[in-house]
Structures are given as C-alpha cells and as structure tokens.
C-alpha cells in the first residue's frame, strides 16, 4: 500500500493532472489531522466552485467518518447560502429517526441550502415519487454534482452502491431505490453509478483499521470495480484519497 505523507491544494488543472489515475492515497497519522487536511481540501474546491458560478452543488453521505470533517468546514466562512447540499444516500426510515443520514447532517448545514431526502408516510411501500422529486430538486441546480464528499465501507461500498449488487448495473443517471442492501436497514436510496460517476470532484475516506482490505482492494488494479465500488470514484477529473491508515511495518 504506496501512501503518500502530504497535502495539496491544487487548482482545477493541477487537480486533474496531479490526482490523476496513478494517485496514491494520502495518509495522515491521525484522524484529527485527516479531518483537517480533508476540509482544507474540500473548502479550497467550493472556493473554486463558487468563482466561477453563482452556486455549487455539493454531494455528501452520513456516518461517522465525515462527520468531523464537515464540523470543521461548515466553521468556514463561505457564502453558504449559495451552496446545496444533497444526500448521496439515505436509508428509508421515518423522519426524524436516529438512523437517518438526514438527522445527523442537517444541523451542520443551517447556514447553506441543505435538501433532504423525504418520504412521506404513504409512500414508504413505495418510494419511487421521492426519488422523482429528489432528482427533480438536483436538475434546478444542474443535474449534477460540482463536488462529493464519500466513505468507504468495510466491503469497498460507498453510498449504498454494494459490491456485486444490481444496484450497481442501473443505468439510470439519478437516485436509485437499493432493495435487499446486505447492511441493515436493507432498503436505501443512493446516487447511482453514474450520477456519481459525472461529479466534478470528489473526496473518498478510509477511516479505521477496518477499512484496511477495501483500501488494498481499492490500489489493487486486479480487483474489479464491482468487487470494489469506491473505485467509482477514479473516474473523477479531480479526487482526493484520504486515509488515517498507516503501512505495515
């Protein structure tokens, strides 16, 4: 596992030349210093996002990876009002409930333009109208996302897009239902593939020794993109790898 020792902030070109396909994960001694080295990289992208447009549409997931990450961006002083956020995936529950992504990210995001995925009670046997409205809320600010923010899973998934799942087949660029997720609960909502896919940008995390074989699945060119869906995230112009993993000695 090749991890390089430093932090970059590059410019749109540098990006996509000096994280390009060869990139190595960064990784950082601590979880306090890769929380901070990730924002700092996160905020110098909606930076740039927002020079050059009036808004930046900004994609994350919930989970306690992230979650000191953006406690340390959203102190910063951006035009937050001009920047929305969206759930790269939720799990169907109820509003309001413990186990959404939604409870936990939306305090952090007051000052911006945070959209949460709602089902209303009559749709929870069927949630596809949700799905319709959520990807109808993206398409106002462009139908895509200018920036995302993900973690890897133990098994190499991110979003709720699981290794050799069908999920992972749909075609459909927007949010997909997930049925029979191998994690519980076993019906989510995730950007798909695709949607992912055409992001601008993107930061992924491997936080946590049990995170260790998705990252050497993730730097291993054998290993298949359905074995291993963070890979997704390869195909970006712009990415970022940041892991709190250090080598075996």
């Given at each position: 596992m090749a991890l390089t020792k430093e932090i970059f902030l590059y410019s749109a070109r540098e990006c996509?030349?000096?994280?390009?396909?060869n990139a190595s994960p960064v990784s950082y001694a601590s979880r306090q210093a890769a929380d901070a080295a990730a924002s700092a990289w996160l905020l110098e992208r909606l930076e740039r996002i927002l020079a050059e447009k009036d808004h930046?549409?900004?994609g994350v997931v919930g989970g306690r990876s992230v979650s000191g990450i953006l406690s340390l961006l959203v102190q910063e002083q951006l035009?937050?009002?001009?920047?929305?956020?969206?759930?790269l995936d939720e799990r169907l529950v109820e509003k309001g409930s413990a186990e959404s992504n939604a409870t936990a990210i939306a305090p952090l995001f007051s000052r911006a333009r945070f959209h949460p995925f709602l089902v209303?009670?009559?749709?929870?046997?069927s949630p596809l109208p949700a799905l319709h409205r959520y990807e109808a809320e993206l398409a106002q600010v462009g139908r895509r996302f200018d920036l995302i923010l993900l973690s890897a899973g133990e098994d190499g998934h991110i979003a709720s897009l699981f290794p050799r799942h069908p999920a992972l087949s749909d075609q459909h660029q927007g949010f997909i239902l997930v049925e029979h997720a191998p994690k519980q609960p076993p019906e989510r909502m995730s950007?798909?593939?695709s949607l992912i896919a055409s992001a601008t940008g993107g930061l992924l995390l491997f936080y946590g020794e049990g995170k260790r074989h998705a990252l050497?699945?993730?730097?291993?060119?054998?290993?298949?993109?359905d074995d291993c869906p963070a890979k997704i995230v390869l195909s970006l112009p712009c990415r970022r790898?940041?892991?709190d993993l250090q080598e075996r000695n």
């Open positions: 996509g030349i000096m994280d390009g396909p930046a549409v900004f035009p937050w009002e001009q920047v929305h956020v969206f759930l209303d009670g009559t749709e929870q046997a950007a798909s593939k050497e699945m993730f730097e291993d060119p054998s290993v298949p993109e790898v940041v892991t």
